[in-house]
């Protein structure tokens, strides 16, 4: 055999061979996909980076815009002075900008995300019950690109308040929609926990790594970097979304189960009760984060680095509230509001003792007891209001989880303008001690969910025509397209009356029912 006609075909060989091994590695990697286990845990992943995105760009600006604000300020100022005065000097002087209007400028830029947060969460609750999870989070992820990329470019305040308005429209989507397909698909209490668990452990670490990988990227690499990485990664997740979750069909999207509307789950006494108490927990942390570094200059004269990472030692803390919530509620479901109660007295005592600290490594302490306390709160009643939704209404998640949203926005949209005007006019002290107060006089009000987990959904037309029993939104999407399907198979009794619907409606009347025992 000639060799050199021998060599091109054992080439062609092997390359055919591997060519054949991808194909079947993708085969597997596509069965392995469809597998409903696999991507469940896919679906938790892509929601957990989705809500470390969100919280890590509400984050990572406080390093950043401040002293970026203020540079604009000082260039402005010179602009202006070079143009009044432009025989003055050969070298101008800035003019220092007021520092009472640069707090103002940066408490509406902080708040701007959780006011329009606030706003936008009923309509995307319902819109979420309406078309799914999927779309809103994919609407969601897209809004927050747009917004990250604005931040990195963004020259002026007006520009950075477009974005940061921009943000809290995506987080609306986002953040009400990941939590709910979590909820949605997670039906089983044990399980529903320890996954919104893990998503709180994501929020948290967004949250408090954020300003120390902002403040180093900005010192070494300038304001766009932070913002770019983020804006990548958010893409990222973008695409595996699309990847992973089919868009549902227009004929899918008519047989969906349609929830109550959002202002009847609110004036649902034990969902108010536990949207209080996710409002009130968070009230210390929303207060504290603008006012707690220059209350520490003041009183501690503490250095910059010790400012700027006052809330990261609170992280492991909060991961071991959420680990430890999660282990006493798959033991003692029943004691789910006892914990929530338990976290907000902690949260109460911790707030209260954060003004007798002197030093750095004292108000390590109580910030700590602090975010435990919160993750023992959230870890216990997210889960309460999936729960509370199955047994009291439709098992549809997108209005509950804008009202938990809305909880959150309350506090985070008040923290940035009202904590300073309270620490003005009354005094630091006097803050801590009242958010402290509010917490342990709220926490006997989850006395009223002790008998919730004895509540008990009714049967309904989905057990019946489910082999697998209930789970959630898309098995009640294929309980009705069977239920169509069946409509065409008549059954024509001898009075001429079609027995199959007769059984149909009888069994519609009882489906989705709010009785409980």
């Known amino acids: ?55 890590m760009l509400y984050m990572v600006i406080v390093p950043i815009i401040p002293d970026y604000l203020a540079d604009l300020e000082s260039e402005q100022s010179e602009h202006v ?27 509406v830029l902080f708040a701007s995300k959780a006011i329009l947060q606030l706003i936008v969460n009923p309509i995307s609750g319902t819109f979420i019950d309406r078309v799914g999870y999927d779309i809103p989070l994919l609407i969601g992820l897209m809004v927050m690109f747009v917004s990250t990329c604005i931040f990195a470019f963004a020259e002026n305040y007006a520009t950075l308040f477009i974005a940061r308005s921009l943000q809290g429209l995506g987080s609306a989507f986002a953040d009400t929609s990941g939590l709910a397909m979590i909820a949605d698909k997670y ?83 034990y969902i108010a009760v536990v949207a209080g108490a996710l409002t009130v927990c968070n009230i210390p942390l929303a207060f504290l984060e603008p006012t707690i570094a220059s209350w520490m200059e003041t009183t501690m004269h503490s250095s910059q680095w010790e400012m700027g990472l006052t809330w990261l030692p609170a992280f492991f803390p909060h991961v071991f509230g959420v680990y430890i919530t999660v282990r006493l509620a798959a033991k003692n479901p029943n004691l789910q509001w006892f914990y929530g109660a338990l976290g907000m007295v902690i949260i109460g005592a911790s707030s209260c003792t954060v003004p007798a600290c002197k030093t750095f490594g004292q108000l390590i302490a109580p910030l700590c007891g602090i975010c435990f306390g919160i993750a023992l709160v959230d870890t216990a009643l997210l889960p309460t209001l999936a729960f509370l939704v199955d047994v009291r209404h439709v098992s549809v998640y997108g209005s509950v989880y804008a009202i938990a949203d809305i909880s959150y926005s309350v506090a985070y949209a008040m923290g940035p303008i009202v904590a300073g005007q309270i620490v003005h006019n009354l005094g630091f002290v006097q803050l801590n001690l009242g958010m402290g107060l509010i917490n342990v006089l709220y926490a006997p009000a989850l006395l009223m969910l002790r008998n919730v987990c004895q509540m008990k959904p009714s049967y309904s037309e989905r057990d019946t025509l489910l082999e697998d029993g209930p789970q959630g939104l898309y098995d009640t999407i294929r309980m009705e397209e069977r239920r169509g399907k069946k409509k065409n198979c008549v059954n024509v009794d001898g009075n001429g009356v079609d027995a199959w619907s007769g059984v149909q409606r009888s069994m519609s009347e009882e489906s989705f029912g709010n009785d409980f025992t």
């Not at 896919?42 to 809500?51: E, F, Q, R």
């Open 1 to 55: 055999m000639d060799p050199e006609t021998s060599e091109p075909r054992g080439l062609a060989k092997s390359a055919a061979v591997k060519l054949s091994e991808m194909g079947a590695k993708t085969k597997q990697l596509g069965t392995a996909m469809k597998d409903p286990h696999q991507q469940r845990r896919i679906i938790l992943v892509i929601v957990c980076v989705a809500l470390l995105l969100d919280n």
């Open 81 to 107: 002075h070079i143009v009044l005065h432009p025989n003055s000097t050969l070298h101008p002087t800035p003019n220092s900008p007021p520092k009472n209007n640069l707090d103002i400028q940066i408490g």
């Open 187 to 269: 039906t089983e209490e044990a399980e529903r926990s320890r996954a919104l668990g893990i998503a709180l452990a994501f929020i948290s670490f967004g949250s408090l790594v954020a300003p120390p990988f902002g403040g180093i990227l900005y010192e070494f690499a300038g304001k766009r970097v932070p913002f770019i990485v983020l804006a990548c990664i958010c893409l990222a997740d973008g695409f595996l979304l699309l990847t992973i979750i089919r868009p549902l069909t227009n004929r899918t999207r008519e047989n969906m189960p349609v929830g109550p509307p959002i202002y009847k789950l609110m004036i649902d006494p």
